[in-house]
């Protein structure tokens, strides 16, 4: 194996890459040192549980001192440049200050020096980007989110440094629910959630799950990338889609411990197209809730967010959190806005990229994250996804026949307390032929909202009147859905 005198790695979790270096010099022998432009350089206690205990102990606790001069960069590598001894120096946030020619300069050399050597330079921060000089001569380290050993140490961490503040309530068993509730957060994200779960009532419990699980949503909508939705708040019901079910119910078994005896792949994820308004994120919804899985839900939109950071980047981190709470269903709804061909290629062949990075995790992802791609426009979909092998199944949705029009209707008459016996079901299911599941909802509510302004309960011909008040997208957009059911026909597989 090749020696990297620089090592980088992107995150924001600098107390976690604090640990990992802490045992690695400790195998290894070697002094640590940190630095950051507030605190200069610092040489490491070595104590990796020094940090956790810090933030609850009493103020005045003694910090280890910088040594002089060493707040300015180039003072700083100077002063490392002179140190005789192996040493691995953790420098944070220090990306920046290497856009200044003399420090960049100071740094290619010390780089050199440790590649002879054997020390090395860690650099941190939050979405990194090297000059160009220096950024081959570096390697880059994917620091996961925490793994399950990582939060059970912070859950035991946590509850000993509240130690006779809150009690524990925790039966053995209750222990991996609460692991799992935290996965997909930070571990600074999940000790606060913790400290703070226990800490409200004074103790920590079971209780705490849902508030941790609620907790975790926030945590990662405002991250800006992903869209969380539990196990527990997810109530999807679809109509239909028998076809699709079906297969879900076969696929499952992919996932159980005899399929992995057998060296089976679990599945890989599907591509659901169709007209809009037909059920396809309802579907996408209602895979997660009967795998029982964790629903993340990707925003295309949000990818390409200035923002929030480079769209590669992005997809990357969002991915890196889906796997984090593997098993997990990751939803891309609108495939082709995120990953399509466009008309102008006005993006610089970004979303190209980005396609093209999505491939190769697809096709290469160990862990157990089972896409559900959406999409409307097919005419926008690189044809490689359409291939054979890159989704396991692709699925066409579409117009619910008569059977599934009158399961959509109860759906949602029953959602609104609607009872089914004052209504002529037969003649509401003829009347809305060519209705799509969401024009069929809308016209529920909107005749719902008539009833209330006239003052009667809904019946059937009120539905009716409004039902023929509405010009349906099958007709005002026919060319469209003959064109998508001609590509579709014999190629892809129908959800009914
Ligand atoms: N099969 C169905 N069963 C029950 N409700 C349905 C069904 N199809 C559609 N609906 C209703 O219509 C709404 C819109 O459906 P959904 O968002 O899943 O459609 P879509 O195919 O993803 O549309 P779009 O292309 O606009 O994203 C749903 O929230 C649901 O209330
Ligand atoms: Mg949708």
């Known amino acids: 194996m090749s020696f990297h005198p620089v090592i980088v790695i992107e995150t924001v979790e600098e107390e976690r890459v ?102 090395a330079i860690v650099i941190t921060g939050d979405a990194i980007t090297l000059p160009r000089d220096i950024a081959h001569d570096v390697v880059y380290f994917p620091l996961k989110l925490p793994d399950q050993d990582e939060l059970y140490q912070v859950i035991s961490e946590v509850t000993r440094s509240l130690q006779g503040r809150i009690k524990v309530q925790l039966q053995k068993q209750d222990v991996p629910p609460l692991v799992r509730a935290l996965q997909g957060m930070t571990l600074k994200q999940a000790k606060k959630v913790i400290a703070y779960a226990a800490l409200e009532d004074g103790a920590l419990s079971t209780q705490d799950i849902g508030r941790i699980l609620q907790r975790k949503a926030q945590v990662i909508h405002e991250e800006g990338l992903l869209d969380y939705i539990s196990v527990e708040n997810n109530t999807a019901l679809l109509g239909g889609f028998s076809g699709l079910k079906q297969w879900l119910a076969r696929a499952k078994v992919g996932f159980s411990p005899q399929a992995q005896a057998f060296n089976l792949q679990p599945p890989k994820g599907i591509l659901i197209v169709g007209i809009q308004g037909c059920g396809k994120s309802l579907a996408a919804k209602t895979i997660a809730r009967e795998w029982k899985m964790p629903l993340l839900k990707l925003d295309a939109g949000r990818l390409y967010n200035k923002y929030v950071g480079e769209s590669e980047r992005n997809f990357r981190r969002a991915v890196s959190l ?19 061909v466009s008309d102008t290629d006005a993006d610089g062949g970004l979303s190209r990229r980005l396609f093209g990075y999505f491939l190769t995790w697809l ?72 209705f799509s599941g969401a024009e069929i909802e809308q016209a529920v509510i909107t005749a719902l909202y008539r009833a209330i302004y006239e003052q009667q309960p809904l019946d059937t011909p009120m539905l009716v009147t409004e039902i023929k008040a509405t010009t349906p997208l099958s007709i005002s957009r026919r060319e469209d859905l003959h064109q998508l059911r001609a590509i579709a026909q014999g190629r892809f597989v129908n959800v009914k």
Do not use: C
């Open 18 to 119: 604090e640990v990992l270096l802490n045992k690695a010099v400790n195998d290894l022998q070697m002094a640590m040192f940190d630095w950051s432009i507030a605190q200069g350089l610092v040489r490491s206690q070595g104590n990796i549980h020094a940090r956790w205990t810090n933030e609850y102990a009493p103020p005045g606790t003694i910090r280890p001192s910088a040594l002089e001069n060493t707040t300015e960069p180039l003072d700083m590598l100077k002063h490392i440049q002179d140190m005789s001894f192996k040493a691995i120096y953790l420098l944070k946030d220090f990306a920046k200050h290497l856009d200044d020619a003399a420090v960049a300069r100071q740094f290619r050399e010390i780089a050199h020096q440790f590649s002879l050597n054997r020390s």
């Open 322 to 340: 889906a796997e984090s709470m593997a098993p997990a269903v990751l939803w891309i709804d609108e495939i082709e806005k995120s990953m399509g």
């Open 363 to 434: 096709q290469e992802k160990s862990q157990e994250v089972f896409v559900v791609a959406t999409a409307n426009d097919l005419s926008r979909i690189p044809p490689e996804l359409l291939r054979k092998g890159r989704f396991d199944e692709i699925f066409f949705v579409d117009l619910p026949d008569p059977q599934e029009r009158a399961i959509i209707l109860k759906i949602h008459l029953q959602a609104r307390n609607q009872s089914l016996e004052h209504f002529d079901l037969t003649e509401l299911v003829q009347a809305t032929d060519g």
